[in-house]
């Protein structure tokens, strides 16, 4: 098993900036690699960011490529998601995953966390 643990999300205005963490414990020798996705309120969830556990592999949704930037700390078990030039449409509920089932993009996870709001009003 893999628990995570999200936290970092927040109230703030459009063009603010947020940073995300995701805490992983358990299992974590069985990471290959980690999502951030997110659910806005009526809406399916949206991949966000990956990232490799072993190299340098990242990959971003079109919709924040050049604003998000996903990270790792591989002795603190933790990934980040660093979120500038925010956006009333990034409004949601961000998760971290892992254990993605399916190809890059899909958002079906073995493992995935309770989640943090992130909410940008204009």
């Known amino acids: 098993q893999v628990q995570l643990v999200e936290s970092g999300g927040g109230l703030v205005q459009a063009g603010d900036s947020l940073r995300l963490s995701c805490a992983a414990s358990g299992r974590t020798f069985s990471i290959f690699g980690m999502d951030w996705f997110r659910q806005a309120p009526g809406k399916e969830r949206e991949f966000v960011a990956t990232?490799?556990?072993?190299?340098?592999?990242?990959y971003y949704a079109e919709s924040v490529k050049g604003r998000f930037t996903i990270s790792r700390d591989n002795a603190k078990n933790t990934v980040y998601l660093q979120m500038n030039v925010l956006k009333p449409e990034d409004t949601a509920v961000y998760y971290c995953g892992t254990g993605r089932l399916g190809g890059l993009g899909s958002t079906t996870y073995q493992y995935w966390g309770q989640g943090t709001q992130v909410t940008v009003s204009s």
């Open positions: 990232i490799a556990w072993g190299s340098t592999f990242t």
